[in-house]
């Protein structure tokens, strides 16, 4: 009971992304424009798949999940460490750590079984194209999109309550720049193994199952595309994926570092490049790949912002 009390009125310390103070300026720039880069352009694809009709169909519903998921994603732990490395307080209290590390597993939680079925949908969309839009309709979207949320969410109420009933006593300094669960644990003054353990087999779990996933999608989608006859079509069916497994490719293998690979195998330092690559980075080159790589949502940017500047040129005329 007193290790509880002692824990839960103390603060935890989070002793940030840089060992060399020196460079905290230009890191704090890079890691500025990197957050204000990927909050504007998911909201922007956000946006324009809402406005632009010839987007309203299940990928792009789906990929606006993507943004919405990448949006509080990298809004649960920039904020705090742009605050942190300007601020002497670097402080976190204990019912904020829990927080940030409820959001950050539902959000990549989300993800994972996310990025899962947006391969079932491509799958649906390159080998069964004429039943396209009856196995893709607006209920099922939303029923793979609500069962993506709750599969997250799932996790962090899973995860969540047991990292905070750890009893934690001595130094608060937690070696990481947010709340991740395997930087806190190391500051436990119990034994830890039966839970890490557990959330081992559970991560290992949520890794399977979209991987699982996404392998079968893309062995019949291969397969069905060999057979095709028409270079065209095959370019297509290539272009449209190819965004996709570069995103899962990117996002998956920071993961796989994170959670799969054995403790041996960190270092504190390595471990917080790495959750830095896919908390910070991976939300922002999410919506710059699909974006840059689609002829749809790159002709609905152009198609918005050639209305904006017709409608600011008629104001200054009117003017």
Not at 106 to 115: D, Y
Not at 133 to 142: A, F, S
Not at 219 to 243: D, N, P, Q, W, Y
Request: charged letters at 10%.
């Amino acid at each position: 009971m007193s290790m509880k009390n002692i824990t839960l009125s103390s603060d935890f310390i989070l002793l940030g992304l840089l060992v060399n103070n020196k460079a905290t300026g230009i890191v704090f720039a890079v890691i500025f424009a990197i957050f204000m880069v990927a909050v504007t352009a998911n909201l922007v694809m956000i946006f324009l798949i809402q406005m632009d009709s010839r987007l309203h169909t299940p990928m792009y519903f789906l990929l606006s999940q993507l943004s919405i998921m990448d949006t509080f994603f990298i809004c649960t732990t920039v904020p705090k460490l742009l605050v942190d490395m300007v601020s002497k307080e670097k402080t976190i209290s204990f019912v904020g750590c829990g927080i940030q590390i409820f959001l950050y597993l539902t959000m990549i939680g989300s993800e994972f079984f996310l990025l899962g079925l947006m391969a079932y949908d491509r799958y649906v969309a390159v080998c069964n194209p004429l039943r396209y839009p009856v196995l893709m309709n607006r209920r099922v979207c939303l029923l793979l999109a609500a069962g993506a949320w709750f599969g997250g969410s799932l996790d962090g109420f899973l995860l969540t309550p047991i990292t905070m009933n750890v009893p934690y006593c001595g130094s608060h300094s937690i070696n990481h720049f947010f709340c991740e669960i395997p930087a806190v644990l190391r500051l436990a003054c119990a034994d830890t193994s039966l839970y890490e353990t557990l959330m081992y087999i559970c991560c290992v779990l949520m890794l399977l199952i979209p991987i699982s996933i996404i392998s079968t999608s893309y062995s019949l989608i291969l397969l069905t595309v060999h057979r095709m006859r028409s270079a065209e079509g095959r370019k297509k069916a290539f272009t449209t994926c190819s965004s996709h497994l570069t995103v899962v490719s990117i996002f998956y293998g920071a993961a796989f570092y994170t959670y799969v690979l054995p403790q041996s195998f960190h270092t504190p330092e390595q471990d917080k490049v790495v959750s830095a690559f896919y908390t910070i980075v991976t939300p922002m080159l999410n919506p710059l790949i699909y974006s840059l790589r689609n002829k749809d949502v790159m002709g609905a940017f152009k198609k918005m912002f050639l209305q904006y500047s017709s409608a600011q040129k008629i104001s200054s005329s009117d003017a």
